[in-house]
Structures are given as structure tokens and as C-alpha cells.
């Protein structure tokens, strides 16, 4: 099969770079949804623009590409062995050429691979099938949207909505809950692949393989179908919307099925997918492992640009800000504002986070923005490129974030999905802001970036390293300002008294 390992390539580049028509036409429905002005229109403009961006430069649509999850058919008496081996290379090749993350940590150690690959990692699902063509299916999700999978065990009891019981109608219950629980920190508008009955580990395994039907199906099962329409229809009245600012889209897709189970369990398990729904397939002959036809494209449709207009869509009354900020100038921002940071910033996730609680900054971050990401870098030579650079989940380092700001004098936390009390009463008592960026808008951030200024901490790996960057025009939202206001609590209240009112429905 001497073109295996380069249309298993080709198929990783193409599902980390160009979304699916089908998405794009889910997309292209809900920006149309979303009111003229609003953060959530803002929101889907930048969306709309990376999607664009990623396919033109053929960069990651979003920088985290997940723990790449393959799918594959394979004919009786086709070597399994050398398919994973031919996967294995495509990957490492891939990540490589700064179209996957190095994204496969030791779990024991912290210490990443650099290629993705390791115990388990990428993901290979094999069967067996009586066709004679190889098919291989690949989903890229990001750890944003997989932190949001959730599992139900019925009967329980959801905040907000009260019993689910072992009916269709507490499934229904479950989903909603599922769409509100994961508000702006799964890069909504999602999509939900749902799986009622089976045991806990592969009742998982099976929501995520709802993910692979196309977005525009039907179900085949009556009571799946009106069950998927129900939900889509009602999700979308919670107001969570795109990144949860509010607006009329969560949800671009619900897909269902129903798996048996064992008397004493039901468990229906969600795998809650991200706007940047990443998945694509491919046939292969098993001959020669040449790619014979592309699955969810459409040949006869050429790919439509997704926005209007390449610009963020300015309204002259952002502000304009060059760290090192100052107390007064970010009390003086308040919710809702619009900045657009020139200057530098320092990239801090997880790992930096957890150092910054033992050991002092690398770097002076007095006055700094402080920018949540891991991002995609490749060195050419002693330079480092971006390759793409979006906002990650902030609020894994809820724990963490009130002592950095108050110990270091962080004046900016930039991010999505929002943080919690800790560190909103730590933005007030200190005079700092928190700043939403778009989720997985991984090009659009990452054009704004002029140079790579630094980078500490690289021990941690790419992703988790402290990169210094020098940026122009990066735009983002004030979501949590220095006088107690929050958006994100604001709209997780709102949305779930529209949860409640959904009851009963
Ligand atoms: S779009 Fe958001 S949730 Fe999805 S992979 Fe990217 S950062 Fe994660």
C-alpha cells in the first residue's frame, strides 16, 4: 500500500484545516440567526473569517486539534497491524508540519511526546467490514468541547429541570441540561452525539460516533428523529449562544441513537462538539491505499467563503491597549467593551499556572496580559513561527488565577469561557479585567501575531510553554471587569431560567 501513509496525511491536513460542508452550512444558518451588533453576531464574524483564513493557508482551523480519533472499515484479510503503523507516521508527519498540535502528554510524567504519539495515543477504533475499499474516519476535538462530554445515570436529578427518569422524556431533559452546562466553554454553537443505554465506557465511545453522521441527516429510528428535532429546537431558545454571550444559537446538531443496556443501568452519555467540528473521511483502495473518493464532500460543490468581510468588524469605539497596563486604565473598562491589544502578551495555561503557584514568573508580569493558550509553533532555522494561536478553556485555572494576579500584578487575563468567583473577586480587589477572545478563531489571533518575542518554560512543551508575543490588533471582549460584573454568571443565570421554563415542554 505505498500511498497509505500520504493519503492518511492528506486526510489529517484536510480535516484540521477545512471544515466540512456540512458544518459550514450549520454555521452559515446560525450566523444568519444572530442579530446585527451583538457580541454573538461579533462572535460569528471572527468565526466565520478563521474558517476562511484556515483554509486558504491551510492552517489548523483551531489550535487545539485534540487527540486525534480514527474510525476504520477495513475489508476481511486487510493487515490491521500496518494500517495503525501507516496512522501512526501520518501523525507524527503531520504534527510535524504544524498541522496537528503535539498534543500526547504522559500522564504520569507531564512530559509531551512532540509528536503525538504515545501510550494510546492517536486513537484507533478497527472493524471489519464486507466491502472491498478501506474507509477512514477522523475526528479532531479539542480538550475545550471533551471537558464538556457529560454521562447521566437515570433517575437523577438536573438543576433547573428537576427528575430526569428512565424515559425518553428525562433523555430529553439530559440533553438540554448538556447544551447549558457547557455555556461558552465548549466553543459554542455546538453539537451534541448522544448515546442512550450501553455500559459507561462504551456508551462514550458510542456518542462520539454519533459525531460522524452528517449534521443535515435524519435519524432513521421515528422517535430519535422527533426526539433530535425537539432538542435542537428547544436548545436553541436557552440563550447560552455563540461563546455563551448570549444570542439565539447553541446548538448546530443533535445526533442520537440508542444501544442496549443492562436492566439495572441508563446511562445516556453526551460528547459535546465545538463549532470547530472537525471530521472528514475518506475511502481508500486497499490495494494501494490511494485515496478513491472523499466522504461528507460533495465534488460537484465548490467551497464557499464563509464571510463577508476579512476585517473584525470595527465600530470606533474600541479601546485601545499597549501592556504593561495600568490599574486605572482597566477600571475604566467595564463588560461589553471591546479591546484591541497592541504590544506584548505572555501565553500561560496549565502547566504555567501550576509553577507560578510555587515559583516566581520567568518574566515581569507587572502590568501584563496574560493570554490562555497553547499554541500551535513550528522553528524554521533559530525562529519560531505561529501556525496558530486562539484562545483556550480559562477555567481550568479558576484554581490558580486569583494568586497570580494578586501576586504578580497581571492587569489583563485573556481567554474564553470565562473564570469564576476566586478570580472575579481578585480582578476587583487588584483593578484588572478578564478579556474573551473567540474560541478556536486559532488563525485570526494568530495573523495579529508580529513576532515571537520569547518563549520560557519551554520544558512544558509547546503548548503548555510561557511564549512571549508581540501582537497588533488582537481584538477581544470584556467579559469580566474590575467592578464585579460578569457576563458569563449574567447569561448562565438567564439561560437557566430559560432551562426551567423548558421543564415541562
Ligand atoms: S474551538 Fe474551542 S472547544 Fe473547540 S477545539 Fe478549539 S478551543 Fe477547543
Redesign the pocket.
Known amino acids: 500500500m505505498q500511498f497509505l501513509e500520504n493519503s492518511l496525511l492528506e486526510l489529517i491536513t484536510q480535516t484540521s484545516t477545512n471544515l466540512p460542508p456540512d458544518v459550514r452550512a450549520a454555521m452559515a444558518a446560525a450566523m444568519k440567526q444572530e442579530q446585527p451588533a451583538t457580541q454573538a453576531a461579533q462572535a460569528m464574524s471572527i468565526i466565520a473569517t478563521n474558517i476562511d483564513m484556515a483554509q486558504e493557508d491551510e492552517g489548523p482551523i483551531?489550535?487545539?486539534t485534540?487527540m486525534p480519533t480514527f474510525f476504520v472499515h477495513t475489508p476481511i484479510g486487510v493487515n490491521q497491524l500496518a494500517i495503525a503503523r501507516a496512522i501512526r507516521s501520518a501523525t507524527a508527519e503531520a504534527t510535524r508540519r504544524g498541522k496537528l498540535r503535539p498534543n500526547s502528554v504522559d500522564s504520569l510524567t507531564g512530559a509531551n511526546s512532540g509528536d503525538n504519539l504515545g501510550t494510546e495515543t492517536p486513537v484507533i477504533h478497527f472493524e471489519q467490514w464486507e466491502q472491498n475499499d478501506i474507509e477512514v474516519k477522523l475526528i479532531l476535538?479539542?480538550?475545550?468541547?471533551e471537558n464538556k462530554n457529560i454521562q447521566y445515570s437515570l433517575p437523577c436529578t438536573l438543576e433547573h429541570l428537576g427528575r430526569a427518569d428512565r424515559t425518553i422524556e428525562g433523555v430529553r431533559k439530559c440533553l438540554l441540561h448538556a447544551v447549558w452546562q457547557a455555556q461558552g466553554q465548549?466553543?459554542a454553537p455546538g453539537a451534541l452525539g448522544v448515546c442512550i443505554g450501553s455500559d459507561r465506557a462504551h456508551g462514550y465511545v458510542l456518542a462520539k460516533t454519533e459525531l460522524l453522521r452528517h449534521l443535515d441527516d435524519v435519524n432513521p429510528v421515528p422517535e430519535l428523529a422527533k426526539l433530535e428535532a425537539e432538542v435542537m429546537e428547544q436548545a436553541n431558545t436557552l440563550g447560552v449562544g455563540p461563546m455563551g454571550f448570549g444570542g439565539r444559537v447553541s446548538l448546530i446538531g443533535c445526533k442520537i441513537m440508542a444501544a442496549n443496556r443492562l436492566p439495572a443501568s441508563f446511562f445516556v452519555s453526551v460528547a459535546y462538539d465545538?463549532?470547530?467540528f472537525r471530521r472528514l473521511g475518506v475511502k481508500l483502495d486497499a490495494e494501494s491505499g490511494a485515496i478513491t473518493n472523499w466522504l461528507y464532500r460533495d465534488p460537484e460543490r465548490l467551497i464557499e467563503k464563509m464571510a463577508q468581510d476579512e476585517s473584525f468588524p470595527l465600530t470606533g469605539r474600541e479601546v485601545a491597549l499597549t501592556p504593561p497596563l495600568t490599574e486605572a486604565q482597566m477600571r475604566s473598562l467595564k463588560v461589553g467593551d471591546v479591546v484591541i491589544i497592541n504590544g506584548d502578551m505572555y501565553t500561560g495555561r496549565d502547566a504555567v499556572h501550576a509553577y507560578l503557584m510555587k515559583n516566581p514568573p520567568p518574566v515581569d508580569l507587572n502590568g501584563a496580559a496574560l493570554y490562555h493558550c497553547g499554541p500551535v509553533m513550528l522553528k524554521q532555522g533559530d525562529r519560531w513561527s505561529v501556525k496558530a494561536a486562539?484562545p483556550?478553556?480559562s477555567i481550568r485555572e479558576e484554581p490558580y488565577q486569583a494568586h497570580v494576579i494578586k501576586k504578580y500584578g497581571v492587569k489583563a487575563v485573556i481567554g474564553?469561557g470565562g473564570m469564576g468567583p476566586k478570580t472575579l473577586a481578585a480582578l476587583k480587589e487588584t483593578g484588572a479585567v478578564y478579556l474573551n477572545g473567540i474560541?478556536?478563531a486559532a488563525q485570526f489571533y494568530a495573523r495579529t501575531v508580529r513576532e515571537v518575542v520569547d518563549v520560557n518554560l519551554l520544558e512544558f512543551g509547546i503548548p503548555e510553554a510561557m511564549w512571549q508575543l508581540r501582537v497588533e490588533g488582537f481584538a477581544a471582549i470584556v467579559t469580566m471587569d474590575a467592578h464585579g460584573n460578569s457576563l458569563h454568571a449574567g447569561i448562565e443565570q438567564e439561560s437557566g431560567a430559560a432551562l426551567a421554563a423548558l421543564q415541562n415542554a
Open positions: 483551531c489550535q487545539d485534540g476535538k479539542g480538550g475545550g468541547c465548549g466553543c465545538c463549532w470547530a486562539g483556550t478553556t474564553k474560541g478556536g
